[in-house]
């Protein structure tokens, strides 16, 4: 039987009594449907699954991203699932040993941003590589009136460039990321299609409003994400081997926490659910030419296309 209890008050979710490798019954898939929009983050402890079992399981709730956006890590058979590891190969480090250590919703920096994103855990450290949540529906309800306002008309331009960490990786890996992900803009608060409620979507890798400079903007911009994450809006997750975690990117923020020995082994296997075309560019043009000049005019679906 499954069951399901909530484990945080801004959001988290627990699900027992289910196996994620089985068949999926319509009812058991339409509970689990319905707690994601409810508690935006699900946790499905002891799990036995592997790339294809993920992919099957998680193309329950759409379309995955292929993640050509950010190709350095992906399963070498199949396109849909990224690893995030720290485990060397051919001697070098992996280009996702740090990946998430700034709070973030999941390719707010591409087009067509991710709608959930699932993360299986099959080695961690001993003790920390936490991952941590915040409720963006809470961040942006318990903003004043005014502040709300203010807000609802405003658009922020996200910069893959301000991933914590992304220079480290390398710059072979960090200029071809900047290279595929040239900056886009979306709104500052979104409107969930499917809860119909209103979110923050302002993070730390935002780098301005448009329409004010990144002087005028850096103090809201802080203000915003220090607002958001406050523990009252948070839940912490403590991973054990055998999770799947799946979240609600669209309505929520995340945060790897770096605090774990480096010569331990974390090692999880991810995938991201497709969202809608969301954003654009904030200069086709530059974009079209730093992308191999694909030619892209202002309608936003030509412009997406350079992603599919
Ligand atoms: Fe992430």
Not at 8 to 13: M, P, S
Not at 198 to 222: D, H, Q, T
């Amino acid at each position: 039987m499954l069951s399901i209890q909530p484990v945080g008050f801004a959001c988290g979710t627990r699900i027992t009594g289910v196996d994620l490798s089985a068949r999926m019954s319509p009812a058991d898939l339409e509970a689990i449907r319905a707690a994601w929009l409810e508690h935006l983050v699900l946790v499905f402890p002891a799990q036995t699954l592997d790339p294809r079992s993920l992919v099957a399981f998680t193309r329950h709730f759409g379309e995955l991203d292929d993640y050509a956006t950010q190709p350095f890590n992906r399963h070498p058979e199949i396109n849909e699932v990224f690893v995030l590891t720290n485990k060397r190969s051919n001697g070098k480090p992996s280009p996702t040993y740090n990946s998430g250590q700034n709070w973030h919703t999941d390719l707010s920096y591409t087009l067509r941003p991710a709608k959930g994103t699932s993360v299986y855990c099959i080695e961690k450290p001993s003790v920390g590589g936490d991952t941590m949540f915040a409720n963006m529906y809470l961040a942006y309800e318990r903003l004043s009136p005014k502040m709300r306002a203010f807000l609802d008309g405003l658009e922020c331009v996200h910069d893959a460039s301000l991933i914590e960490g992304l220079d480290k990786r390398g710059p072979e890996v960090a200029n071809e990321f900047r290279r595929l992900n040239p900056p886009v803009v979306h709104p500052a608060v979104r409107l969930h299609a499917e809860s119909g409620r209103k979110a923050l979507y302002v993070n730390e890798r935002v780098r301005n409003f448009l329409g004010l400079s990144e002087a005028e903007s850096r103090p809201i911009v802080k203000f915003l994400c220090e607002h958001s994450i406050q523990p009252r809006l948070t839940y912490r997750h403590y991973w054990s081997v055998g999770d799947l975690v799946m979240w609600d990117n669209r309505c929520t923020v995340h945060l790897a926490v770096g605090d774990y020995d480096p010569a331990e082994i974390r090692h999880m296997i991810r995938t991201s659910g497709m969202g809608d075309y969301y954003g654009r560019y904030l200069d086709p043009e530059v974009a079209a030419a730093q992308m191999g000049g694909v030619s892209v005019s202002k309608d936003k679906k030509t412009v997406a296309s350079l992603h599919d």
